[in-house]
Nanobody
Framework: EVPLVESGGGSVQAGGSLRLSCTTP????????MGWYRQTPGNECELVSR???????YYLDSVKGRFTISQDNAKIAIYLQMNNLKPEDTTVYYC???????????????????WGQGTQVIVSS
C-alpha cells in the first residue's frame, strides 16, 4: 500500500476554486495510474479524474471544463485544480494510486475503505 498525503480541501462559495494536492513520501509513481475519487450520496466511490502512467487523462462528465488534473515532472505529486465549484461538488475527495488500469471509474461503498482519509471540500451556495 502506497502512503498518500492529501491536502488542499476547504470551504468556498459557489464559483470559487480549490487546488487539491497529493504526494507520497515513498517513491515516484512511474508505473502507476493516479486519480481523485469522491464519495457520492448514493454510497459509491466515483472517479473524478485520472491520469494514467502513459499520460492519458479521464474526467467525470460533470467536472469537464472545470477541473484539471496534473502531475509534477518527478511524478511524486498530483494535483486537482477545481474551478467554478458548485454545491454538488461538496463531499470528501480521495487521492488514489494503483497499478496501470486499476483506477476504476466506480467502486462500491466508502472511498475511505480504499484510499484513506481524504480531504473535505465544502461549496456553499
Amino acid at each position: 500500500e502506497v502512503p498518500l498525503v492529501e491536502s488542499g480541501g476547504g470551504s468556498v462559495q459557489a464559483g470559487g476554486s480549490l487546488r487539491l494536492s497529493c504526494t507520497t513520501p515513498a517513491f515516484p509513481f512511474d508505473d502507476a495510474d493516479m486519480g481523485w475519487y469522491r464519495q457520492t450520496p448514493g454510497n459509491e466511490c466515483e472517479l473524478v479524474s485520472r491520469i494514467g502512467s502513459d499520460g492519458t487523462i479521464y474526467y467525470l462528465d460533470s467536472v469537464k471544463g472545470r477541473f484539471t488534473i496534473s502531475q509534477d515532472n518527478a511524478k511524486i505529486a498530483i494535483y486537482l485544480q477545481m474551478n467554478n465549484l458548485k454545491p454538488e461538488d461538496t463531499t470528501v475527495y480521495y487521492c488514489a494510486a494503483a497499478a496501470k488500469g486499476q483506477v476504476f471509474r466506480r467502486l462500491p461503498g466508502l472511498c475511505k475503505n480504499y484510499w484513506g482519509q481524504g480531504t473535505q471540500v465544502i461549496v456553499s451556495s
